[in-house]
């Protein structure tokens, strides 16, 4: 009979509830990355992952390492992290699960392959959305140039943390897969029942802000034929995209006009100026790009038929990110050896997953997300959930480890 | 031969050039109601209705009032305060018209009828829409709870401003007669390529906010099908009004969205809230109740197919208002013995007429708008046009001072 990781699970949850003390306020939990209670928590962690018998450190940028002693490792992280009203799970989740894994491991320590546990920095973007995950895996970085919202510079924020001189970087000959646990952020496990998943890709997504300029008129005077109203022809794309979407992407794909303004506001003032944000996700990207085209398609007839000059912006476009199949496959294998057939989906929300996977055979497991809620104090996962998805985990990665790695 | 008005056309230009350096701003003129510009532009006034053998004083509010000496009189009036940015006409047209009038007036000065002139207070509703002629009038007002948009309550305004103790009062046993020059304010004249118009109704007005409550959700993670988007219903319903005001209101209605704000607003973010403004107006009472009962049914409509909830709440419904036909067929006949047919057009604007015509024979008199362009400092009308609708108001003056009175 083969080792396996027995994991502890009120010791997890006793984790998860300590860490979540960290920058807690009236309106959830705020460890904004560089914040104080950031700083607090990845000390916190670092000690944690060295009571765990891992050499743990932090670098310059605030990524806790925890390093196990074997020659190679399964990386499991996430991030600890969170928005300004974050929730208690969400990155913290993944971090506390490479603990836990990381410190119940007991199989041949000295042997070939053990757990490494990573607390990425700044997935959330205070200064750059996988800031953490960037950096550990050596992609080109140029911090000079990052400003938080509030405009401190990344160099005021990184010398009043004062993490650490070291850059720990993914090292290809030592990890030989990475595994992203995380909440889903959304309903569709609830939906369907299921309290596992297997992320077969996280989504890209394409971004535009679209500015239309017009005139101002008096809305009483000005007849309805000799306008000019910028509004107009914006209501129309957003109209447009949310009743295209079905039709022209995916059954997965998702769109959002999550921003809309009006200048001068006015009741009785026509529209001067108006301007969007729209997104559009889905895990293929040809779908985005069939997307994208019929977008173009739909500006350029609105520009035809209003007197409104509209541009449009690209601001964000990112590719779909597949999973490592084999890996994938060992995670629904160990979700099943449990009795717990777990539910193929895609990643809606972006995550580490998204940087490593282009260097590393990643793969991403899901537990449910209370009424899809997350990114606020009402993100609640069932406790049975949260420990059910950490011995899922401990199995893939005894399974990974009796097998003596990843499958090709 | 009968007698007639001949007005100083080069006096009228002048004296509106010397107004509109009151309040003169780098974005236009502001002589906001109360504010020192608007005062000393006061002041100016009732010394030059003084200078024009006229009565003259400001009473408490601010209207500043010139009477002639005669028992009766025709009134000519409209306001001199300007919104924020207004521009050199506007309100002060009316009040030089009724100036230069008063001042050429040389038509048996012994005998029962002469010219009234009046320069409101607050057309543009800095405390509250036609403050001036709502006082003059003796309707209802309650100036306790009068606040501007910067919180000055009326009272502190009113002893800021001193203008005087008086309350001046229309009488209809001396006032035969009330006629409001005004410029256009819209395209239609210029597009019609008259230089006159007659009004014949002030528009009335339905105006409504809507708020739209939905649930913030993830809009990556989130499916569309469970989403409870604020925005989505708000987006069909501004389309909806411009699509359908054409259909169910009259060639004349109009409408317009002037505002819409959406919450968090966050591009990732499914709105949680929505907020727009609406209105429509028409110069028939029977075709805003028709408007307003298709919103009201399109409304039940997207309450049905939205998971966000709906609610419209009725911010401002004025009627319109007709102007005296006898009035105005006089001020037509007048236009064309000058030679200049004029338009009849409705007023979507309102004007202190508004408040008038609900107690004393009431006409307007319309010159054009160059680009139909208004409250902005590029409001202009060409000097030529400006003296030509002096004219046309001196001749009518002058008919329903020979012909004795209005005919019935």
Known sequence: MRDRIAINGSRL???LRTLAEFGRTANGIDRTAFSPADGEARRWLREAFAAAGLDAGIDAIGNVYGRCPQRRAILIASH?????????????????????????????????????AIAFQDEEGAFL???GSTSFCGEPLDTSALRSRTGETFGAASARARFGDAA????RNRHVAFIEPHIEQGPLLELEGRRLGIVDGIVGVRRFSVQSTGRADHAGTTPMA????????????ALWLHRSIGRIGSERSVCNVGAFAVRPGAVNVVPAAAELTLEFRDVDRAVLTRIEAALDAELGRLRRTSRATLTATCTAALDPAPMH???????RQACNALGHPPLDLPSGAFHDALVMCRHVPTAMLFIPSRGGRSHTSEEDTAEDDIVLGCEALAEAVSRLINSGGLPE
Chains 1, 2 share one sequence.
């Open 13 to 15: 949850i006793a984790d």
């Open 80 to 116: 600890s992290d969170t928005v300004a009203t974050g929730g208690w799970l969400d990155g913290a989740l993944g971090v506390c699960y490479a603990l836990e894994i990381a410190r119940s491991f007991r199989i041949d320590p000295d042997g070939p392959i053990g757990v490494d």
């Open 129 to 131: 959305p996988c800031l």
């Open 168 to 171: 720990f970087r993914l090292n």
């Open 226 to 237: 000799v306008r000019a109203d910028a509004a107009l022809p914006l209501f129309r794309l």
């Open 325 to 331: 199949a084999g890996l994938s496959a060992m995670l």
